[in-house]
């Protein structure tokens, strides 16, 4: 019998959520995500010193100003361990850019081209990288620039309908809704326990899936933040799921059946319904979603709080 992960890789492509080097060999997904959380935890890891090592290196060679150097060291790490990554994926990375430029669309734009200009100079090409932006209004702009120069985009932290149109609208290569977060919010508020079929991220997913289908968008779907084994299965047939590691290896030991749940045949006899967005119906719908603004708001504080550790880290060795 093959594992619950070789037959979900069959019509999922699986990446895998981790700076971890080995861990990302041991399951052999095609692309692989990051962030500022799991490149922090990456960075302490002894096997992984080389990278911190020439992020310094380079950055003291640039003859940066002082108040460069941090930044500079900051960025060149999370291209080091993106290049490392794509030495063993065959795919796609994603890089994750400032939490606090989240509101400002022209830094985000900016640094998503500085990370592309840093991926070339070590000879990978843009295909194979990701900006990831957080779905604010502003970060949703910037990737509608991005994607006209060409950079592919992952439009993180996004927790709603109207998030996940907009991305759409602005031809975003590919979003990551937020599948366990979601249930995060409505279990603490509901003081209830949810069932795969009736998890209220599965849920969002499929309604996204359905909505970008039935359309004809061609951004991808990828569930993301899972907190248990059920709600991928229900979400099997989704374009991509990315994963963490511990999740991968319950995949991995199980050999019981796996359905698919999403497909495109599916999709478009949903009967959701196109919606007109510009900004202000955006802000509108956002706001009206209690979970979704939270979620968002926190998700930001948290990644920047990651990046503020990650700039300690770094500082302490320059």
């Known amino acids: 019998m093959s594992t619950q992960l070789d037959q979900l890789k069959q019509f999922t492509t699986v990446v895998a959520d981790s700076g971890d080097f080995a861990t990302i060999k041991q399951f052999a997904p095609r692309d692989a995500t990051t962030n500022p959380s799991l490149i922090f935890k990456a960075a302490q890891m002894p096997e992984y010193k080389f990278v911190l090592d020439k992020a310094i290196a380079d950055g003291k060679q640039a003859n940066a100003s002082a108040s460069e150097l941090l930044p500079n060291v900051l960025d060149n790490l999370l291209i080091g361990f993106g290049s490392e990554i794509l030495k063993i994926v065959p795919g796609r990375v994603s890089t994750e850019t400032d939490a606090d430029f989240s509101f400002d669309t022209e830094a985000l734009v900016a640094k998503g081209r500085r990370f592309i200009s840093l991926y070339e100079k070590n000879g990978i090409d843009r295909e194979r990288v990701l900006v990831k ?19 592919n985009c992952n439009l993180t932290l996004l927790f709603s309908l109207a998030q996940a149109v907009a991305c759409a609208e602005a031809k975003a290569k590919l979003i990551s809704p937020f599948v366990g977060r979601i249930m995060d919010w409505y279990k603490a508020k509901e003081k209830k326990e949810f069932t795969p079929t009736e998890d209220p991220g599965v849920i969002s997913v499929k309604e996204i899936y359905s909505y970008y289908k039935k359309f004809g968008y061609e951004t991808e779907v990828m569930g993301a933040s899972f907190r248990n084994v059920g709600e991928i299965t229900e979400l099997a047939g989704c374009d991509l799921l990315t994963i963490s590691p511990n999740l991968l290896a319950e995949l991995q030991k199980s050999t019981a059946p ?19 967005l510009d900004e202000k119906k955006f802000r509108w719908m956002f706001n009206e979603s209690a979970m979704a603004t939270e979620k968002t708001a926190e998700g930001i504080r948290l990644f920047n709080a990651d990046a503020q550790k990650l700039a300690q880290l770094i500082a302490s060795k320059l």
Do not use: H, N, Y
Not at 134 to 151: C, F, H, N, P, V
């Open 258 to 276: 796996l359905e698919r749940k999403l497909s495109v045949e599916i999709a478009r006899s949903s009967p959701i319904e196109k919606i007109s």
């Open 133 to 151: 932006i957080a779905s604010t209004w502003e970060g949703i702009k910037a990737a509608e620039i991005l994607q006209r120069d060409g950079i």
